[in-house]
């Protein structure tokens, strides 16, 4: 089974809106209830998204849900097969975060068996504010993106449910920053499954090899050393003449 890793988190979120405006710049959105394939979703890296309630949803339910959009996927995307997986998980109390995080790691490993080995990272949080899931999403797009990579809106898409999937788990769609949350990322601790920016961005470019990245490199300086000999050279010869 997995030995998940658990990576505490600030306890302040960004707002949800400002998130998903921030990763529309940098990849499109596909949602499965518009069940229509188009060029915006043949897409060479897919990134799945899923919110998961562990008071309301057994462990079992959310497995079924992100294997069944999985499968999907695959009718749908030709490179579903590499795409990284992550939910956005809200707890109703931290106090029990030792038995919400059996459950978590009996998810990841339950999921692991059926799709194989894969980046598959939970975002935990104890109030609809959290972002944990999302917020590393679109750093891992912006660390792309700083990164020059070429095309980046073009191949990279993330794929949901539906739209209210992405919009989180407050009912009144007013998904505002917040203060004083509990939240954390697990993830297994194998180096496919490692949510660090760099293993996302390694897995990344292991996967997309059309992708390189666009170094603009700076032309050579012109040297001075032969402007100084000159110079020099001038002074020597005005103070031999000047001595004569």
Same mark, same amino acid.
């Given at each position: 089974?997995?030995? $998940?890793? +658990?990576?505490?988190?600030? @306890? ?7 998130? *998903?405006s921030e ?5 499109? &959105? ?7 394939? %188009? /060029?915006? #979703? ?10 998961? #309630?562990?008071? @309301?949803?057994?462990?079992?339910? !959310? ?14 995307? #030709? ?5 990284? !997986? ?6 109703? /109390? ?11 790691? &009996? =998810?990841l490993d ?9 980046? !598959? ?19 891992? *797009? +912006?660390?792309?993106? %700083?990164?020059? +990579? ?8 993330? =794929? ?9 788990? /407050? ?7 917040? $203060? ?16 660090? $920016? ?13 992708? %390189? *990245?666009?170094?603009? !490199? ?11 000999? %000159?110079?020099? *050279? ?5 103070? +031999?003449?000047?001595?004569?």
């Open positions: 089974s997995i030995q $998940m890793i +658990v990576e505490l988190l600030p @306890t302040y979120s960004a707002e949800r809106y400002y998130l *998903l990763i529309e710049e940098l990849a499109n &959105f596909w949602f499965l209830e518009d069940q229509e394939e %188009t /060029d915006q #979703n043949r897409s060479d890296f897919c990134i799945l998204y899923f919110l998961w #309630n562990l008071d @309301t949803e057994e462990n079992e339910v !959310i497995i079924r849900k992100v294997l069944d959009i999985y499968e999907s996927c695959s009718r749908y995307l #030709n490179y579903s097969n590499l795409a990284p !997986i992550f939910l956005e998980t809200i707890i109703a /109390d931290k106090d029990r975060w030792p038995d919400y995080k059996l459950r978590v790691n &009996f =998810v339950g999921i692991q068996k059926k799709i194989g080995s894969r980046p !598959i990272i939970v975002g935990i949080a104890n109030a609809a504010a959290g972002t944990a899931a999302l917020a590393h999403i679109q750093e891992f *797009l +912006v660390g792309l993106s %700083t990164e020059q +990579v070429g095309g980046l809106k073009q191949s990279i898409l993330i =794929v949901s449910s539906t739209k209210d999937e992405v919009l989180g788990h /407050d009912p009144g769609r007013e998904p505002d920053a917040g $203060m004083g949350l509990f939240q954390a990322l697990c993830y297994g601790e194998e180096p496919q499954q490692l949510a660090s $920016m760099v293993a996302l961005k390694e897995y990344f470019y292991q996967h997309v090899h059309k992708f %390189t *990245l666009r170094v603009e !490199i700076e032309p050579p300086r012109p040297s001075l050393l032969p402007f100084y000999f %000159t110079l020099l *050279l001038i002074l020597i010869i005005i103070l +031999v003449v000047g001595y004569a």
